[in-house]
């Protein structure tokens, strides 16, 4: 095996592998990255069981072979490498890298250990890459990161016609995000359960090839055992599906209706947030005031450091109340708003409150966050 490729996509290529392979793999080949030169091509793959990923791009001075090396060091390598051409040949149970005047060689697996790398299925549909990226962006944020509940950690992803549902809550909070797609079954009506984790990597690195990105997948979508695969011009993602079969009812935690509503601008909001804040332990929320005279944020309290801020530019429509919530909790919803004005809507302190963007025209708003309140003793 020998080629010379361009170092950024090489590089890009084996950090992503990198990233989505177990640091500690149950046999020491899935620490691998494989590297197939087939024609004028290089494919670059990884696999862990769980997840694979393949990268293929175009190189000069190719002879066909196959070699397996560390994902790990190839990515630290080729990232520090100058901006010019890597040469890669195998030389014996070794693979040497020069770049300019620098020269690695790192040894090699057996790559008849390696296991075979899943079909990407027939494709279900395409959607925009770009903003596919983004709505992933938005709810993934709010998926749980505790394994021993391993459903907590997923994206719900419900297909039903040409709408596309994203949901995901780690029990305190939840994210919804609806948009459009192109189904290729125009009547399809199912959900799959994606790991959050792998789904926002993978959408992010698909969306910097721009274009569109093909969804597929097989087996049951809402049970273990099933896969959902991302294709996006020379890239593909495949990862196996979470057991989403007994995934709760969240849409029924939207309140219906509100007695209370706030229109306040982000940017600012989220400054406040993060100035109060900073007098808060780990887990002291900041409290929001909101009175007809408009807002004031306040964290701490008792003998602890306190810190305070009103706030300019906030239409309160309600009785005056106070509400509380995690800090970092509320700075995520309003990051991933897209927008200069958050809608704040409140039943009442002790219920979930709900943040939208401000749309103009009267749409409807896209992107919902629910957040839980925390009681607090004033």
Known sequence: MKFTVDRDPLAGAAARVSKHLTNKPPIPVLAGVMLRVDGDNLHVSGFDYEVSVTAVMPVTGASAGSALVSARLLAEI??????????????????ELVCGSARFTLPTMPVEDYPALPEMPDSSGIIDAAAFAAAVTQVAVAAGRDEALPMMTGVRVEFDGNTLTMLATDRYRLAMRQMQWSPADPGINTSVLVPAATLRDTAKALAAGGGAVSIAYNGDPAANGGMIGFASGQSTTTTRLLDGANYPPVRSLFPATYNAEAVLPVAALIEVVKRVALVAERTTPVVLNFTADGLVVEAGGGEEARASEAMDGVKFDGDPLTIAFNPQYLIDGLQNLGAAFARLSIVDAFKPAVITPVVDGGEQPTYRYLIMPIRVQR
Do not use: C, R
Request: no cysteine.
């Open 78 to 95: 080729t990232k520090a490498l100058p901006d010019k051409p890597i040469t890669v040949s195998e030389v014996g149970a070794q693979v």
